[in-house]
Nanobody, 124 residues
């Protein structure tokens, strides 16, 4: 059973930075794509970014492109999300997700495992 644990959320002023981490259990970490989704109050969960199993392929939502960077360290079974130039509209609970397939997708329903989420709040 795969378990995902996010950390690194918090309160930051607009223009600031945060780095989220997602630690995963399991021996097959490098075989599955990983992703970050987020959900603001009253909104549906939305795609932020994904990275392929080997880390060579990444995709970003237009709203975060150029500001957020996803990465993974397969030796440490950990994925990261570096968030720069944060805006109040980035405020949400951020979830990491993993799917069994090597390649990521934009759809939450394609992911097999989810973390509990970490709150990111950006003040104006």
């Amino acid at each position: 059973q795969v378990q995902l644990v996010e950390s690194g959320g918090g309160l930051v002023q607009a223009g600031g930075s945060l780095r989220l981490s997602c630690a995963a259990s399991g021996r097959t970490f490098s075989s599955g794509a990983m992703a970050w989704f987020r959900q603001a109050p009253g909104n549906e969960r939305e795609f932020v970014t994904f990275i392929s199993g080997g880390g060579s392929t990444t995709r970003y939502a237009d709203s975060v492109k150029g500001r957020f960077t996803i990465s993974r360290d397969n030796a440490k079974n950990t994925m990261y999300l570096q968030m720069n130039s944060l805006k109040p509209e980035d405020t949400a609970v951020y979830y990491c997700a993993r799917r069994k397939d090597y390649y990521g997708t934009f759809y939450a329903s394609d992911y097999d495992y989810w973390g509990q989420g970490t709150q990111v709040t950006v003040s104006s």
